[in-house]
C-alpha cells in the first residue's frame, strides 16, 4: 500500500511535444506528491510538488494534474526541450512519514 | 549549484578501509537525510535525523554509521564495506521531517568498492 506505481520507463518526445508521466498510488493518506527531476551524475532536484486539495499546479512548462478518485496524478512538460532530457521520479508522503518513490521514467527530446 | 554539499564526490576504496562522507547545508534545515541510490533505480532512504538526533534508521547495516554533530553537519562512516554497497550515496535536507516539507537533494558521492 506504500508503493508509487510510475510509468512508463522511458519516454522518447520530438522538440517541442508535450512528455507526460504517470503515477498511481494506494495509500489515500498520502497528502504531498511532489516531482523530481534528476540529471546523470547530480542529485534529484525538486521540480513542482501539488497537494490533492487542488486538481492542477503550473508553474511554467511543467504542470501536475492530480485525480485524487482515481488515485493518480501525472507530470506534463509542455514544448519538450532537450535540456530536458533527464530521469523523473513522482513521489508521495504523509504525516511525519518519509518519501516513497515511483520508479522513475527517463526522458529524451530528440532536437 | 546545489545548496546541500557534499564530499568528495567519488570515493573508490577497499573492503577493509574505513572512510567518511559528508554533508554540509546552510540553509537553516532541521532536518537531514542519507539516501542510497543504485544506477537507474530512485533513491533509498538509510537514515533520516530530526534536531541532531536520529529518528529512523531503515534497518541498515551496521557497517554504515551515521554521525550529526551539529545542525549544518552530517557524516556517514564506512567500515568494511561489500561490493554491493557500490551506489551514490545522497545526502538531503528539509526545514523539518514530515510531509509538505521539500527535501533539498546534493549532488552525491559516487562510492565504489573494490
Known amino acids: 500500500q506504500q508503493q508509487v506505481k510510475q510509468s512508463p520507463q522511458s519516454l522518447i518526445v520530438q522538440k517541442g511535444g508535450i512528455s507526460i508521466i504517470n503515477c498511481a498510488y494506494e495509500n489515500t493518506a498520502f497528502d504531498y506528491f511532489p516531482w523530481y527531476q534528476q540529471f546523470p551524475g547530480k542529485g534529484p532536484a525538486l521540480l513542482i510538488a501539488?497537494?490533492?486539495?487542488?486538481s492542477e499546479k503550473k508553474e511554467g512548462r511543467f504542470t501536475i494534474s492530480f485525480n485524487k478518485s482515481a488515485k493518480q496524478f501525472s507530470l506534463h512538460i509542455m514544448d519538450s526541450q532537450p535540456g530536458d532530457s533527464a530521469t523523473y521520479f513522482c513521489a508521495a508522503s504523509f504525516s511525519a512519514r518519509q518519501l516513497t518513490f515511483g520508479s522513475g521514467t527517463q526522458l529524451t527530446v530528440l532536437p | 549549484d546545489t545548496e546541500v554539499t557534499q564530499t568528495p564526490k567519488h570515493l573508490v576504496m577497499g573492503m577493509t578501509n574505513k572512510k567518511s562522507l559528508k554533508c554540509e547545508q546552510h540553509?537553516?534545515?532541521?532536518?537531514m537525510y542519507w539516501y542510497k541510490q543504485k544506477a537507474k533505480k530512485p533513491p533509498e532512504l538509510m537514515f533520516v535525523y530530526s534536531y541532531e538526533k536520529l529518528s529512523i534508521n531503515e534497518s541498515v547495516p551496521s557497517r554504515f554509521s551515521p554521525e550529526c554533530p551539529n545542525s549544518s553537519l552530517l557524516n556517514l562512516h564506512l567500515h568494511a564495506l561489500q561490493p554491493e554497497d557500490s551506489a551514490l550515496y545522497l545526502c538531503?535536507?528539509?526545514?523539518?521531517?514530515?510531509?509538505?516539507?521539500?527535501?533539498?537533494f546534493g549532488d552525491g558521492t559516487r562510492l565504489s568498492i573494490l
Open positions: 501539488i497537494r490533492p486539495d487542488v
Open positions: 540553509m537553516g534545515h532541521r532536518a
Open positions: 538531503a535536507s528539509s526545514q523539518q521531517t514530515g510531509s509538505n516539507q521539500p527535501q533539498h
